[in-house]
Each structure stands twice: as C-alpha cells, then as structure tokens.
C-alpha cells in the first residue's frame, strides 16, 4: 500500500498537526485549533503525567505465565467475545485491520486475526496484538483503548491523533464493553498499520461490542430473562433490551439498551425489583414464561408499553416465529382482577392502589368479579 494511500486527507493531517503544535506543543501562532474534547482530554493527562510525543514506547514483553494469569481473570469475557471476533476479523480481513480486546485496566485479553507478511506493518501489529500486552493511557498515551475506557464512549482516532511519535503508525476505532450491572470491563478496539482511514469502523465497533455485551449477559445467572422491545420492533433485533431476573423478581443484570428504555440505573448496591420498573407483578411474567407466551404487551409505570419475551432461565431460546401474543388488555384484565382479590372484593380500593377510576375497574372487570 503506497504511502499516499494510507495517510489520512491532506487537510485533515494539516489540521491534527496545527491542534498538536497548539495543545501539545504550546505554539500561540496555532491558537484556536479544533480538536475533540476527549483527545484534548487525554494529551493533557499525557503531559500532566510528565510525558512528551518524542519518547520512545516500548511494548513490554510478557511471560507466559502472565499471560496466563490474564486469560484466567477475563474468562468469562473472552468466551463472550471470541465468536464476535471470528466474524469481525471474517468482515475486516481484506482492510489489514484487526481486532484486539482488552479488560478495564488497558490489558489485551484476546486478539483476532492478524495480517500476514513480515513487513514492518505487520511486525508493529505483532507488537500490540499479544495477551498480556498494557495498551493503557498510562502506557501508551493516546489511543482509542484509553480513549474508549476513560471516557465510556466509542472513538475514532487518527494515526496523528496519539499522543506519541512512535505510536502514529496506527489508526484504531474502539468501544467500551459494559459488564450486566453497568460497570465498565472493557473495550474492543479495530486498529490498523498505517492503513487508509476508516471512521466508518467506530459505528462497527461499536455494534459489536454491544454484541459482547449481549452475550455476556446471556451467560449471567438468573432464573428469567426478559428481552424488551418497543412495540412493532422485530424480536431478537440488536436494539433489543435484555434484562435478567432472580427468582425473588429482582434485576441481576441488563445491557445498555434495556437501561435506556427502562431509564433505570444498575450497580452495586442497587436493589432493583420488576415491581419499579412493569406495572404488573412479577409473577405474571414468570408465569407468562412457563406457559411459553413468546410475547406479552407490558405495561410501564411511565404510561408506556413495550413487548416482553420472556424466557425461562436453562431452557432454549424461544422461536421468534408464531402470531401467538398475550394482548395489552389481557395483562391489564389480569392486574385488575389481582387488585380487587387483594382487596377482597372492595372495587373502590383496588381501584385507589392502582391509581385508575372505579369506573375504568368496572368496566374492565368480567361481571362475575365485581363486588361493591
């Protein structure tokens, strides 16, 4: 690949290298460079820790024996990634990008497929793609893996963007991997020797960290999972959300998209119940998976709806095929009739505890059920 073919638009490396002289290099002739405030960000946690972009980086060899140890910590994370991986390095191969995952701390914990050849692109893949290896800031300096797991976002970075000399061989997309209570265990990254530009990999990244995720989630212990969807979405789509359920009712882990739908937090400490987040009980939904409902039409507190599949813990995943679907109004009928029996026939406060009118509980309520 010629040089010209791999270096970023002219204009482009003209304005990364009148941002470093800037912001780096503290030239006032350059003032009022545009730069990404999280690249700003990390070069000045670069030279607040004494750093400088002419200093050699090394990458320190590792023992097999740390190798090792590395492996065993992230076991669960790599056998989540590992087929998310195989089918990444299958879709970049004919780019020379290739895949490196690493844990929170910037550790590589597994890699994909790397480019052939004993060219000098190939040997500084070589140098960054073995388990073990610290990718971190602290190590590094600049880099998407820093990037992506100091700032919980996904990044394209540039080769002139990093922060060392020795490391703006390299042009890296990369994602941060979110663990089933929310906390950061992670990152992907799609890095290239000096290769053409392709920001386009950022958007895939990113989609396949969310898969990571999803598979993670999906090795989590719990004895329901729940995958949500607002209505008219296809089941098992990648914007789905997933939630995993104790047996007591409680959430032992959800991925990204169920916490943004739901709009609940999660982490250590957090005890968080379907009762907070469905209006209807838990039970409902447990039995819904035992009869094999592939979908029911849930009702949130916020007035919203949206489509649960749920599925009972050890057994196999539901078919997403079929018409069959618990309709809205028959959760409604049944969450009704479970507050007036509560209340022991008084429609008046079961119809106070669910917040809604005596005439709706009326109205809703088969004949045979109503009391005073």
């Known amino acids: 690949m010629t040089a010209s073919l791999a270096s970023p638009l002219p204009e482009r490396s003209i304005s990364i290298a009148q941002a470093r002289r800037e912001w780096i290099d503290g030239d006032a002739d350059t003032q009022g460079a545009r730069v990404e405030p999280w690249l700003l960000r990390s070069w000045q946690r670069c030279l607040a820790a004494g750093r400088q972009p002419r200093e050699h980086v090394?990458?320190?060899?590792?023992?097999?024996?740390?190798?090792?140890?590395?492996?065993e910590r992230n076991r669960a994370l790599v056998s989540a990634a590992r087929p998310v991986i195989e089918r990444l390095s299958r879709a970049i191969a004919d780019t020379r990008y290739f895949a490196i995952l690493t844990d929170a701390d910037g550790i590589v914990v597994d890699v994909g497929a790397l480019p052939g050849g004993s060219d000098p692109a190939a040997r500084h893949a070589r140098d960054i793609a073995r388990?073990?290896?610290?990718l971190s800031e602290r190590a590094v300096g600049t880099t998407a893996i820093g990037a992506a797991l100091a700032e919980h976002e996904s990044v394209w970075l540039h080769?002139?963007?990093?922060?060392?000399?020795?490391?703006?061989?390299?042009?890296?997309?990369g994602a941060p991997l979110f663990g089933p209570l929310?906390?950061?265990?992670?990152?992907?990254?799609?890095?290239?020797?000096?290769?053409?530009?392709?920001?386009?990999?950022?958007?895939l990244a990113a989609l396949s960290a969310r898969s990571i995720e999803n598979?993670?989630?999906?090795?989590?212990?719990?004895?329901?999972?729940?995958?949500?969807a607002w209505p008219g979405s296809a089941p098992g789509a990648d914007t789905e959300g997933l939630l995993c359920i104790d047996a007591d009712g409680y959430v032992a882990g959800a991925n990204a998209a169920a916490r943004h739908m739901l709009h609940q937090p999660l982490g250590?400490?957090?005890?968080?119940?379907?009762?907070?987040l469905f209006a209807l009980p838990p039970q409902m939904l447990f039995d819904a998976a035992r009869r094999g409902d592939p979908v029911l039409e849930v009702p949130l507190w916020s007035g919203l709806r949206v489509q649960v599949r749920p599925q009972l813990a050890g057994?196999?995943?539901?078919?997403?095929?079929?018409?069959?679907?618990?309709?809205l109004r028959d959760v409604e009928t049944a969450l009704i009739?479970?507050?007036?029996?509560?209340?022991?026939?008084?429609?008046?406060?079961?119809?106070r505890a669910l917040g809604i009118s005596r005439a709706t509980v009326y109205r809703k309520l088969p004949r045979s059920r109503r009391a005073g």
Not at 131 to 134: A, R
Not at 184 to 202: K, N
Not at 337 to 351: F, I, L, M, P, Q
């Open 215 to 228: 598979a993670l989630l999906l090795q989590h212990p719990c004895e329901l999972r729940l995958g949500i």
């Open 315 to 327: 057994r196999p995943p539901l078919s997403s095929q079929g018409n069959g679907r618990t309709r």
């Open 159 to 173: 080769r002139g963007e990093h922060f060392f000399d020795d490391t703006s061989v390299y042009s890296c997309a």
């Open 182 to 203: 929310g906390e950061c265990i992670g990152m992907l990254d799609l890095t290239g020797v000096q290769v053409v530009e392709r920001p386009e990999l950022r958007h």
């Open 131 to 134: 388990i073990g290896v610290d």
């Open 337 to 351: 009739r479970k507050a007036v029996d509560e209340a022991r026939g008084n429609v008046a406060e079961a119809a």
């Open 268 to 276: 250590a400490g957090l005890a968080l119940n379907c009762n907070d």
């Open 58 to 71: 090394s990458f320190d060899p590792v023992s097999a024996q740390a190798a090792m140890r590395v492996a």
